[in-house]
């Protein structure tokens, strides 16, 4: 089968637009600003304190940062690496909470419609399951609905 351009999980990974009522810089500093990065990266539920985020947003730099997720503050490691940086516009790097080698490809295009409107495409890509990629759509959707909530489009 063919990839498909759908919204959500699919057995090829997870592809998300969302269209932001902000400037595309805004949206680009959501992204790469640790402080805006750590208030919107694990949605409402979970918490990632500042002092955890590292961010070396240049290709080949590497991100990592520690969040505390509910019921019981469970703690996860996230880390990567910056593979593409071209400020505003695209940002494509690596995602793992497990240690080694075992990672997913993220793709965030953020295109610019006029009028203070920002278009995001996101992208994931790599290994897991089609029942992990569902998962991880509903996470996504969580934190980017956080992200909108900071933008102001509630």
Request: with cysteine.
């Amino acid at each position: 089968m063919a990839d498909r351009a759908v919204p959500g999980a699919s057995e090829y990974g997870i592809r998300i637009t969302r269209v932001f009522h902000a400037p595309r810089e805004r949206v680009w500093r959501e992204w790469t600003d640790p402080e805006s990065f750590a208030d919107w990266f694990g949605g409402p539920e979970c918490k990632v304190p500042l002092a955890s985020v590292s961010m070396d947003v240049r290709r080949g730099g590497r991100w990592q940062l520690t969040m505390f997720a509910p019921p019981d503050g469970r703690r996860i490691d996230w880390s990567g690496e910056y593979r593409e940086v071209d400020a505003p516009r695209r940002l494509v790097f690596t995602v793992s909470d497990q240690p080694g080698d075992d990672f997913e490809t993220v793709t965030v295009v953020l295109m610019d419609l006029g009028e203070d409107c920002t278009e995001m495409r996101f992208e994931q890509r790599g290994s897991m399951s089609p029942e992990e990629y569902e998962r991880a759509t509903d996470g996504w959707g969580g934190f980017f609905d956080r992200m909108q909530e900071r933008l102001g489009d509630a």
